[in-house]
């Protein structure tokens, strides 16, 4: 289990943080303004073989845990919002299988040869026309037929389908299923068709390609992952998801600060000896700024505390109310402080930081920032933990 301290000589880190600064950040603002995929940073990523930084080492992957990975979105994100937030996205896939596909020689095969091999981007589909932002239903269902399986989804957002090399699905167990009753499906490229369905001309994160789009595929029933996604949404996409993304717009929060501190610093070298007066604004916004690493960062220590051991118990755990309640404020703390760290640093920087060709700009952070109270929606958070802290007690 990677340390806090251990994450400072992390390899993984450290090739993470090049690719940031020299492909990533040289490149985000073409990504911003065309709304394409940041194909020059995850083919930097593919090349050192970070693809495969979730998957276990006993399948020949990095084995990284949640801490390191959290620091790898982070870093990612200074760079380019929206490739930390595809790399983000695609580790929480990546740890759906690699947690839940164990007992399976087909995600076994997968793992080895497909995500570490031939180093492959997942994508995801959880989002469906009908379900409005409830990721725990679904209104499609798998057909079966002996060992073949089939399913069609019209799904409202899926980010870089089109440039994924597989895409794993969420959908009813079974025709007559309830709406909850639900499994995740892995469809590999060659097996559907991902017809577009919208645009994705939005405000921010429009690296991330994220369109609507009709999905058709079809495979063994072996593609289906073990067990339910009740189960792996607990214990694996939730933390995942909220860890990963509170990590990552971290980055996005202090690339943000990071220019405010510059201009500070060139407008303090013009006076020397005096403290400009927007230094003291600088220093208010690293207070909050530390309180959402230490966020996040606490979170992703006790998730790879507990699942060290991969025991029953950690399991258990991972489905309490009380750790749902953690992720839930874990994810609403960090998506509405991250813009608001975002609106200081161009309070702090002023005219300079609105302006798109400054290098001083936040325009795209704060942009992308805004997304995270979206991505589902804070307010459907809020009424899930409203309901579990009428009958939670925390002892
Ligand atoms: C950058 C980005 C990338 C994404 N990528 C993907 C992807 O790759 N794959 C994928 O499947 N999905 C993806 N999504 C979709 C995402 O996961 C959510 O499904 C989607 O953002 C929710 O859409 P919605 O706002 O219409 O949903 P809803 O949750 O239905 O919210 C709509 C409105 O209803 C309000 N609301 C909802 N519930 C309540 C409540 N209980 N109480 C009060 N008000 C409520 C909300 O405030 C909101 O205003 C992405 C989203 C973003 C922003």
């Not at 301290?5 to 880190?13: F, G, H, V, Y």
């Not at 609403?332 to 609106?343: F, K």
Request: aromatic share 6%; charged share 20%; proline share 3%.
């Amino acid at each position: 289990m990677t340390t806090r301290s251990a994450i400072k000589t992390s390899t993984l880190l450290a090739q993470t943080a090049a690719i940031a600064s020299d492909v990533a950040a040289r490149h985000a603002a073409d990504v911003d303004s065309k709304s394409r995929f940041p194909q020059e940073t995850f083919d930097a990523l593919r090349q050192a073989r970070l693809l495969s930084a979730a998957v276990p080492a006993a399948y020949g992957g990095v084995g990284a845990g949640m801490l390191e990975l959290g620091a790898q979105c982070a870093a990612l994100a200074q760079g380019c919002g929206s490739s930390g937030m595809v790399l983000a996205m695609h580790h929480i896939q990546v740890a759906c299988m690699a947690r839940h596909g164990r007992d399976s020689a087909f995600f076994e095969r997968y793992l080895r040869e497909n995500l570490v091999e031939r180093q492959e981007l997942v994508a995801s589909i959880t989002s469906e026309n009908g379900t409005f932002g409830d990721t725990r239903s679904s209104v499609c269902a798998i057909a079966i037929d002996k060992d073949r399986m089939s399913l069609e989804k019209d799904a409202t957002t899926v980010s870089y389908g089109a440039h994924a090399d597989a895409q794993l699905v969420t959908c009813r167990r079974t025709a007559d299923a309830a709406a909850s009753d639900q499994v995740l499906v892995l469809f590999e490229k060659g097996s559907y068709t991902l017809a577009q369905t919208g645009t994705w001309d939005t405000l921010g994160m429009r690296g991330t390609c994220s369109p609507g789009a009709k999905f058709a595929g079809n495979g063994a029933a072996g593609q289906i992952l073990p067990g339910s996604f009740a189960d792996s949404s607990a214990q694996t996409m939730v933390p995942y998801s909220h860890i990963l993304w509170s990590a990552l717009w971290s980055g996005i929060a202090a690339d943000a600060i990071g220019r405010a501190a510059a201009f500070v610093r060139a407008g303090a070298r013009k006076n020397p000896g005096s403290v400009p007066p927007n230094a003291i604004r600088l220093a208010r916004a690293h207070v909050e700024l530390q309180a959402m690493r230490n966020n996040w960062e606490a979170c992703a220590i006790e998730f790879d505390e507990m699942t060290a051991s991969d025991d029953q118990a950690a399991r258990e755990t991972l489905g309490t109310m009380g750790w749902a309640l953690k992720m839930n404020q874990l994810k609403m703390a960090c998506s509405e402080v991250a813009p608001r760290l975002c609106h200081e640093a161009l309070q702090i920087i002023g005219i300079m930081g609105y302006k798109n060709d400054s290098p001083f700009s936040v325009g795209r952070h704060y942009r992308d920032v805004l997304s995270a109270a979206l991505m589902v929606s804070n307010e459907r958070i809020a009424a899930k933990s409203a309901s579990m802290l009428l009958v939670f007690k925390d002892d």
